[in-house]
């Protein structure tokens, strides 16, 4: 009996440890990112905590509020979750704090490569990574005996022969909407044939090069197999062309394989058959046409150590190895966190970090050249320019915004 | 009215107009006669889940100092204005020494961000203005002589299309005029082109554009001129009547006149609209056709690159465009005004 009750009062204590240890705050935490599954699930992780008031305004315009929100001071958001192409601005204006301390002291389940460090100082903590690659039709493959593309060439090739047989009138499909994500695939192609944004460490652009106009001819090429309105087609509307069978193989967000076909309305057909692949290489080339992205969570600068220091206890409760647990939000993402085992989804984004695919640069110019290549590319596509010209008014947007924002 | 009583009823307009129309303007003009400070760049080591490496990145410390020493940036006067991404001096100098002729000229700049988008802008405007001027009278004089029980109908459908948000009005016509939509389909089968796509060409992009920009339009012209109709003098129509004049005798002699002031009341409205189009081109994913002033200020400021002086200085531009184009107009307006006084 005696024994027993010491069980009991043993088992209560830490019951009630545990509940004390899971997550009480005291100060506010106010949370500001992008809205895709993944990340809707750090932002209730972070809303579970008790002790003060957690908001969180997850919108995809994130990065259009997250700077000005976090200049004021106090900072009105006190966490922005970016990506290693979003951190830049944050970065730019000093508006992030370094996370040595809160790390020793509140994050002992972080993995070390989840730390985001910049020159030895932690600035981010990552939980997932990102990375597009190869989404395609294994029935309409196998129906033609083509292999599973591993190089753009072959992926050409294949898209020849599957409108020859007239199965699928446009095959190829590509988020190619004139802007970010036109220019996100310039970069995927540029990268893959061993091109590199800009001449060694300096700000001088470097795309009017060989692998430039090489890597246009490959969009190119590509695009005379897309739906005629590619310049349009962002990657929802790609998946979207993808889920109504019109697009038989496309390079496509890891972060988005998971749930392509889960939509009402899908056929079985397109469901059954779609499977995933690595990224593809191109020319030759061994790095992959793509790059490597991981999302994490940032620390505002301009608030008072305590509200810091609840936001890092928020955050790293919401992105705790338990969360693991439940399926679904195993599913949503590849995750960085500690105890992950990989879900058949992920198999391409970790074919892509196997193949030692390039990270997008954290460049503080990075953003701008991205613009630039947005801007300009699309009368190349359009067939109203010559590679060389694209190229060269890509450097000379780049040069006059660089200027600008003193960087040249 | 007495100038005392006049004083006290503008009062809140003007203060208004003042903090926030005069104040924000001269601050932006401020704004793009500075650009911020060069940054200091150093070398430094950023690891990341995928490993470590050498990068650039900006030495704070360093640019602390300048940025508190000067918050507004560096002064630059009107570089940014003359840079390549606005009136791009040195570029247009280069084209008009190497071009034959005005046609090669013009087809050389509007390579250029800023004439680009000036191009499609001066269309729209020119195109819109005068075909919305044109079917909202029509459609006014229809409503006005049909039976009165079917009027509130016929009147409440007309202004549906201005109603509609613009930005969702252009993303429903944007997948109606998919080449899977009704109505890309319809015109596939109609010209029996099975390519045919008005989303890829942009000729078709600018004329879905204009049509959308009418469409969109048409209700305001429409409301106003039915309103001035309701004005009109019965007797000398009745006169015109008996003197043997036909319908389109007494529009062209009576109403058009009539109506003059609310026309011209229009055309500086809708001018000042056209010239800043900006929401059909997000809807309609055109931007890799027709861009504007309008829309290359959002894309300088969203995203993460946030270019404030290069925003300011297109909005600038702006101004001063609107400006132009409204010129005339208002020199009608205000010869009209002495010439009664």
Known sequence: ?????????????????????ACSISARVSIVGNEFPAIQTVGAGAKECKGAKVTANLTADHQKINVAG????????????????????????????????????????LKK??????????????????????????DILKKLNIDVPKTYEEMLAAAKKIRAAGLVKNPVGGAYKAGWNLAQEFNNMFIGYGGSHFKGNSAEPNVNSDAGVKALKMMKSLSEYMNPDFLTHDSNATNAEFRAGNVAIMNMWGSRAATLVDADGVSMEVKNGMDIAGPMTVGGGKTPASTLFWDGWTVAKKISDEEAEATFIAMTNAIRPSILDNEDIRKQAVWLIEGYKPTDAARGVFAAAKMNTTPYPMLPYAGL???????EIADFMQGKETADKTLSDIEDAYRASAKEKGFL | MKHRTFFWFILPTFLAMFFFITLPIISVVVQSFHTPHENILITVENCDPFGCKKVTSIDHEATKELKNEKPLGKFVGL?????RGHLALEQVKQHWNNSENLLSFLSLISDLPFYKAIFFTLTFTFTVTPIMLFLGLLIALGVNAINRKLKGLIIFFSLLPMIVTPLIGSIILFWMIDSRGIVGNFLQITFEDPNLSLKASTSLTWVTLIVYGVWHAIPFSFIVFYAGLQTLPKDQIESAQIDGANTFQQTIHII???????????????????????????GFNAEAHATSLSWIIFNDLGGETRQLSAAATSSILTIIGIIILLLPVLIKTWREFDFKK
């Open chain 1, 113 to 138: 490569n989840q730390l985001i460090t910049i020159d030895g100082k932690i600035m981010a903590v990552a939980f997932m990574a990102n990375a597009q690659h190869l989404v395609y039709r294994k």
């Open chain 1, 1 to 21: 009996m005696k024994l027993l009750l010491i069980k009991v009062f043993s088992i209560l204590f830490f019951l009630a440890s545990s509940s004390a240890f």
């Open chain 1, 369 to 375: 050249m991205h613009s630039a290549i947005g801007k």
């Open chain 2, 256 to 282: 058009i006149p009539h109506i003059m002031p609310l026309i011209t009341f229009v055309t500086l409205m809708q001018l000042m609209d056209n010239f800043r189009v900006f929401e059909p081109i997000i």
């Open chain 1, 70 to 109: 976090m200049s004021s001071k106090p900072a009105e958001y006190t966490s922005a979750i970016v990506a290693n192409t979003s951190i830049v601005a944050l970065l730019n204006n000093d508006l992030i704090r370094p996370l040595d301390d809160l790390v020793n002291k509140h994050g002992k389940g």
């Open chain 2, 79 to 83: 570089d940014i204005y003359f840079d």
